[in-house]
Structure formats: C-alpha cells, structure tokens
C-alpha cells in the first residue's frame, strides 16, 4: 500500500479548523486534525510545503516509522506548529490502518476498558445568578461534572466567561483584563455559593489559564480546599515545572496541566515527582495517538489519569482520535467536550456520540470521522486571534 496524495483543507464552520487528508493507492482515505487556534495557517504550510512531498509513495502502515522521521529528521524538534503536523499524520495513518483492518481504532488500541466515556461540560456567568443558569443547563444536557468559571467584580471582560462580545475569536485579538488580587479574593466565595446552591456530589473544576505564580497558586489550591474540586487547571505557566514542587507542597487540591504542552519532555519533572494529578495534552498538539499512548503510559506509573483536552478549537477529527484513547487505556480520568455548532457537525458527519453526557467513539473502521469538502468549501477560513489580556496599568499577563 501506497500514499499517493495528501491534502490540507481549511475551512470555518463558524470557527477554523485545518484537516489533513491522506489517499492511498488502495482507496482508503484517512483524515488527521492539525487544528492551531489563532496560528492555522502556519500549521497548514508546515504540512503542505514541508511534510506532504515526504510522505508521497511511502507506506502508511508505518505509523511508527513515519512518526519518529517527521520528528528527527526535521532536525528542528519540538514546538506547536511542528508537533500539530506531526499529528495530523500520526492520526491520518491510524484512521487508514484500523480501516484497513475493519475496526474502529480503539480495538487496535487494546479493546475498551470501559463502556462510555465521562466528560466535564464548560459554565460560566459574568455574576452568580449567570452562573447558576449556566451550571443548570449543563446539568440539563446530562454533564456529569462541571467547569466553573466566572466574572471578577471590577474587571470588564474575563477569558471563559461568556460575555455579550466573544473575545475568544476575533479579526484583531480583543484586550482583555486582569488583576490576580480580585480573583483569589473572589473565587473561594463562588465555590462557596455553587457547593450551597449545588451540594457537595458534583465534580466541580475550574481552570486558571497559567495566570499565577507558584505561591499564588498555592494559596488558591488550599482557599478551595473546603469545596472539593476535582481538579485546578493551569495554576500556573507549568514551563516552570520546578513551581509546582512549592504548589504541591501546600495544597491538595488536585493538579490539572498540560492543554499547551507538545511533547513528553515538558511533562518530566511533573509526571516524575507527582506534581500533578491529571495530564491534559490534546491528540492534536502532542503528535498524535502514538506519543499521547506512551505519556499515558508513563503518567500510570505514577497514578496520574488522562484528561484529554476538548475545546471547540480541537476539530471533530480530533475529538473522535481522542475519544477512542480514552475507551481504551485504563488510566483514562475525564474527558473535556466543549461540543459543536450544527454546522460543524454537518462538515464532519462522525460516528462518535455524545448522550447524556457520555462520549462513545462508535463502532465505524477507522476513527469514524468522514469530511464534506463541498460543505467545508462553502465556509472558507477566517483570520482569527484569541484575545490578550493586559493588567490595569496595561502589562500584558497570561490569559
Ligand atoms: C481552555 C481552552 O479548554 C480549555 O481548558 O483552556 O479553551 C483554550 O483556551 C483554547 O483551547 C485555546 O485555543
Ligand atoms: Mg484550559
């Protein structure tokens, strides 16, 4: 079997999403997702220019091999435009083999370690009754577990928190602000208030965004003790790996990380010493299933669970690559799903199905994801940037 085309197709079913399509020689398609919110286009060149021409004539069968000369013959290692295409390669060869094979990819994985997949849902509200309607209506939509995430009293436009304007995306990046002191004055009291309003079941998360240092984050962790997250997200910008030892030893508040990460040298010191509870890479910016599989292996040794990133920024393609990881590893945690516009699922009709909020990836061969290009060409790709956020005097901080 032989590669003899591979194509890149942009498109924004509402927002953009890069999806790379491999042909072979037999007929079997397969498809990857090389989705880099805010930098597709430079994603869509390392594919097109760089790695295209390599893979013509080559067998996709080998997965493996095909990974490790994308990564080391680059000679350039590492970093999230590189690692995204590698990705979309890695998930394009896995989708042709289990079609090949007339499995859905996650019997070439190990076979399911469990029925269905639990996924935490996203709420947020600019003010606590905002936010009571928000969590209501996820649990409506059957989410098991909730991420909580509000406004700050005196800031105007917060990240997560959904506002009249959405900052998320926009043609020149939307400012918005910040100030660390408010936040950790503010965010004890609303889990106060959802423990009361919700009781004390609920798996409840809340995702920081990297905007605090260590001894900020320690401080949140042990504030929150008394509601029982089931995990903090991003306390802090973790390239700082050494931090966490000062956040670990004051807290313990389960520790989430890992959404910018791309490779599992960014994971050493952290998965090594225990310093975090849960990994959090996507399919899509770690290279693929192959190297996600082996840091879910080495996080087991340690009892750290998976919690595959799932934002709508990750393509469907990438979701379904996820979901089959998650029925088959045993050290699988939770599953974020951020969900789609009806659009979105019309691009990619997918056989992975999200019911009472439980993911299964389906029983079609391959990931079981297919792509309307007709339907994808009538949405062609927009410039987008995710915002920045600036403190009051104007710095710029992490967002
Ligand atoms: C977030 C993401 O899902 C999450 O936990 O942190 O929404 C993230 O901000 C986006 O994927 C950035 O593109
Ligand atoms: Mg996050």
Redesign the pocket.
Known sequence: MKIVDARVVLTSPGRNFVTLRIETDEGVTGLGDATL?GRELAVAAYLRDHVVPLLLGTDPHRIEDTWQSLYRGAYWRRGPVTMAAIAAVDVALWDIKAKVAGLPLYQLLGGASRERVRTYGHASGADLPELFDSIRARLAQGYPAIRVQTGVPGLKLVYGVRHAQDSSQSARPVVEDWDTGAYLRNLPRVFDAVRQEFGPDLPLLH?A?HRLTPIQAARLGKDLEPYDLFWL?DCTPAENQDGLRLVRSHTTTPLAIG?VFNTVYDYQTLVSEQLIDYVRSAVTHFGGVSPLRKLFDFAAQHQIKSAI?G?E?ISPVGMAAAIHLDLAIHNFGIQ?YAGYTDLTHAVFPHAFTFTDGYLHPGEAPGIGVELDEELAGAHPYEQAY?PVNRLQDGTVHDW
């Open positions: 919110n995702d965004h997200e959404e990133h934002p920024d974020e995710l």
